[in-house]
């Protein structure tokens, strides 16, 4: 064997070495830095509660009365203390029949689907300035408020996971069920260029109501 052949041997041996090093430096444990989380820093992030059949709701209960005095204390600065919406903040009653019309009114009571979302809509993001700070018993209490005033709960009721499960809220059904967009469901090739078979409509004219489409070119 020549000396060039060893070389060369020798050298791509050396490139194999680095490149295995290479590899193993990518693999996290060997940094020395960082560790496993605990079962406790896991449950603290672990909170979600599915929207739809509310599976991950956690034991405990409050009722329409309990939720009443914490809504005023927490809640009632913002949004009203019947739900009603101080000033700009988001309103949480009423709007039943809005949603079709030109200025839709999205509520607890009016859009949204399923009561288990609320428990955990409220959990995780409410008050707006503390979220995370209510404990499950008090946000089954406030939710059961919330559906009080949304005439979905008596006033003498006591809410827990099974009670949040069964309640049917009015707007169940007034979401498209599957995706609808044209390119999910049309089978075969997606249509690219004029689509559409009649010409577009305006159906709102709300924008220009407002003032905010200009109507002739300048504006
Ligand atoms: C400082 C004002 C403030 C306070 C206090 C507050 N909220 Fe809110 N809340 C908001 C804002 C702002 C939003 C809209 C957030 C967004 O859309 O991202 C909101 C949204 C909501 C919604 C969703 C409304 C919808 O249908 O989209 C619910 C439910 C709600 N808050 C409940 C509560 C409850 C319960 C409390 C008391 C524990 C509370 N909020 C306290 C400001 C507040």
Not at 105 to 129: E, H, L
Not at 194 to 215: H, Y
Request: glycine letters at 12%; charged letters at 25%; one cysteine or more.
């Amino acid at each position: 064997m020549s000396r060039s052949r060893n070389a060369l041997a020798l050298g791509l041996a050396a490139l194999a070495l680095l490149a295995a090093t290479g590899v193993a430096a990518q693999t996290p444990a060997r940094h020395g830095i960082g560790r496993a989380a605990t079962a406790a820093e896991i449950r603290g992030w672990d909170i979600d509660v599915r929207g739809d059949d509310g599976l991950g709701l956690p034991p405990g209960k409050g009722t329409v009365e309990q939720g009443e005095k914490l809504y005023l204390q927490q809640c009632a600065s913002c949004h009203g203390e019947f739900g009603e919406g101080n000033g700009r903040w988001p309103e949480l009653m009423g709007g039943h029949g809005s949603l079709t019309s030109e200025d839709p009114r999205r509520t607890i009571g009016s859009f949204w689907p399923y009561a288990p979302g609320v428990f955990d809509y409220v959990r995780r993001t409410m008050p707006f300035t503390a979220p995370q700070s209510l404990s499950d018993d008090e946000t089954y209490a406030i939710v059961a408020y919330m559906l009080n005033i949304n005439d979905l709960l008596p006033a003498g009721a006591e809410l827990d996971a099974a009670k949040l499960r069964a309640i049917r809220m009015p707007n169940r059904d007034g979401f498209l069920q599957g995706d609808p967009r044209p390119d999910v469901v049309a089978k075969g090739e997606p249509c690219m260029t004029n689509c559409r078979k009649e010409p577009v409509r305006v159906t709102s004219d709300l924008a220009r109501k407002l003032g905010v489409t200009p109507n002739n070119r300048g504006n």
